[in-house]
């Protein structure tokens, strides 16, 4: 049967058809939706994890006890899974482990453009491209029998176009696997100490000159000879942009990664007047095809940075810069991306402003608040770099600190990577003020749940964290908790704890506006009284989407709001005319 399936589906089928029995991962943009497809196919066991180095580690468990398992995760997200993937390298496999990086080129909604196919040569794992939601699905099988073949775990890279486009996939009948029911015990081959390492290490290296031998004769490494005035090297989505742009020129396109097929290379090379590597990001088959001694074009006149498009290949090649597409619709307002209305975050963000606060953010919806009219966060670099980077500012200015930096994080991240930050201030004695912004849910990727939300990934209820007794569990003393949408009660808990010589944590809990029904907290819409505006615009400064400005209203024009608003009534606060009222 054929069907139309996006690449993050295709991961999903795929791993069904192999059989996986283990999937755990932490939601990032482009990956999030491989774990949100696989739940639907029952027998395989899926959990959203705390982080990714938690999910790469159930999974690993899984293939040691003999289940097939699989870890997804955003390309950042290998960063923080790399202590345990680069010692899985190690170790080998039982069952196969497969993890899949989705990368993001252009940063469409990430916050740096790493070409993670540099992981698969810095921890000696092979990695597979998928160019298309059918090579998605083959290749999650295949990677699995790489994986159990080589004793490794395989790496499958995709980027935001594979995961995110949907093109025709056949489907197969899944495999039937037995399941395992005892962990064979192997102390050589598990048990990293620096003896067994030491074993090891010649191990993963002979896998290594293994895995290229083995790429010369992968298939799916495709030599297409045609016109040969041109050869062009691509993988993933570069292939089809290169293939698009020159269709009758000759190509090799690579679905592996790492190791390279040098003899495939070096046969196209000859084959070819000019040799061309087409590829994003980093010059990673450039810089290694360089060291064979074949001459090639790369990014002397492909760029470095962002995404490719069929444009970029012809530019390059041609040396004619592309015609700038003319714009559809010029006349349209810009619209930047903006918190929800009635976003519980809104008010908090007004608040530290007002105090003219340093805010040591992190990532998640709350982000958007570093971005005007809000413009309340000065620092974003790392999921939970928030609460460790407010310590550091905290040391910096040497207890001089009162009144002047806090640290703000969502509840989703303070799981994943804040407690530990805290655990450190509480030792380190900081005087800092961290706020958990708890809407009780991952909102920024699609509204996931994780270990604070009371559910799991497969829909049980489960037990909820609870934030208090966490906190107060790694030694913070003042904790207290507010409602979000009272701009008074925010106000005076932050002043109260800026100010305070010790560390301390104010929870901020309100559920997301986006959360199912039965979660949200919404009043009665807003109106503007025209009579009482005097058109000074503060309330336009939270930055709400159902605020608008209508300058035939009024004496000076006035506010109006639309049917955007969810009753949360920050914006009534806000004004000091009273002027923002129930609706009718
Ligand atoms: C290492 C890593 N993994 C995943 C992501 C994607 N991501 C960034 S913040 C975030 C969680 C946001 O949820 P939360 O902290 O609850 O804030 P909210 O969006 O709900 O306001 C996710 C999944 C990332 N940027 N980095």
């Known amino acids: 049967m054929k069907v139309l399936l996006s690449g993050n589906e295709a991961f999903a089928r795929g791993a069904w058809e192999a059989g996986v029995s283990v999937a755990a991962a932490y939601p990032g943009t482009p990956s999030t939706e491989i774990l949100e497809n696989i739940v639907q196919y029952k027998d395989i066991y899926a959990e959203w994890s705390p982080n990714e180095k938690v999910a790469l580690e159930v999974a690993l468990g899984s293939a040691i006890a003999g289940g097939r398992a699989l870890a997804c995760m955003k390309h950042v997200g290998v960063n923080v899974a790399a202590d345990p993937l680069f010692t899985a390298s190690y170790t080998g496999v039982g069952a196969g482990l497969v993890i899949i990086t989705a990368d993001d080129p252009e940063m469409h909604s990430s916050q740096n453009e790493q070409d993670n196919r540099n992981y698969a040569r810095f921890a000696k794992i092979p990695m597979l491209e998928p160019a298309d939601s059918q090579e998605a699905k083959d290749f999650v099988r295949l ?194 991306p903006n918190m929800c209305p009635g976003c519980p975050h809104r008010g908090i963000f007004h608040i530290l402003k007002t105090m003219k606060l340093f805010v040591s953010g992190d990532i998640g919806c709350y982000t958007l608040a570093a971005l005007p009219p809000v413009s309340a966060m000065h620092t974003c670099i790392c999921m939970g770099a928030s609460v460790s980077g407010a310590m550091g500012m905290d040391k910096a200015l040497r207890g001089n600190n009162l009144g002047k930096a806090v640290a703000v994080i969502g509840d989703s991240t303070f799981v994943h990577s804040g407690i530990t930050g805290l655990l450190d201030i509480a030792y380190n004695q900081g005087a800092c003020t961290v706020i958990i912004l708890d809407n009780r849910i991952t909102a920024m990727t699609g509204r996931q749940e994780h270990p604070g939300t009371g559910f799991t990934l497969m829909g049980k209820p489960a037990k909820q964290l609870n934030y208090e007794t966490l906190c107060r569990a790694l030694g913070i003393d003042h904790i207290r908790t507010v409602n979000p949408y009272d701009l008074e009660q925010v106000r005076s808990a932050i002043e109260e704890e800026v100010n305070r010589p010790e560390a301390s944590v104010i929870l901020a809990q309100a559920p997301c506006v986006l959360h199912r029904r039965e979660f949200r907290q919404s009043g009665p819409a807003l109106r503007v009284d025209t009579q009482a505006c005097i058109g000074c615009r503060a309330c336009l400064q939270i930055g709400c989407p159902a605020l608008e400005w209508h300058p035939g209203e009024g004496a000076k024009g006035a506010a109006f709001i639309n049917g955007l608003c969810t009753g949360c009534a920050v914006c009534a606060q806000v004004c000091k005319k009273s002027a923002i009222k129930p609706g009718k």
């Open 143 to 336: 990677a699995f029998e790489l994986s159990e073949r080589f004793d490794t775990p395989v790496f499958i890279r995709s980027t935001t176009r594979v995961s995110h486009a949907k093109s025709i996939v056949e489907l197969r009948e899944p495999e039937k696997r037995p399941a395992p029911d005892d962990i064979a015990r192997n102390f050589e081959k598990f048990v990293m100490l620096p003896r067994n390492a030491r074993m090891r290490h010649p191990v993963v290296e002979q896998r290594l000159r293994d895995l290229a031998a083995f790429a010369d004769t992968f298939e799916h490494n495709e030599l297409i000879t045609q016109e040969t005035d041109i050869g062009i090297i691509a993988s993933g989505t570069a292939y089809q942009y290169a293939r698009e742009s020159y269709p009758g020129k000759s190509f090799l396109k690579l679905s592996m990664a790492y190791p390279l097929p040098e003899k495939k290379i070096r046969e196209f090379a000859a084959r070819v007047k000019k040799l061309y590597v087409f590829e994003e990001l980093d010059p990673f088959y450039e810089d290694q095809i360089r060291a064979m001694g074949i001459t090639v074009t790369g990014k002397d006149v492909f760029p470095v940075c962002g995404e490719f498009s069929p444009a970029t290949a012809s530019a390059g090649i041609s040396g004619k810069r592309p015609e700038p597409p003319a714009p559809l619709l010029d006349h349209l307002p810009a619209r930047p």
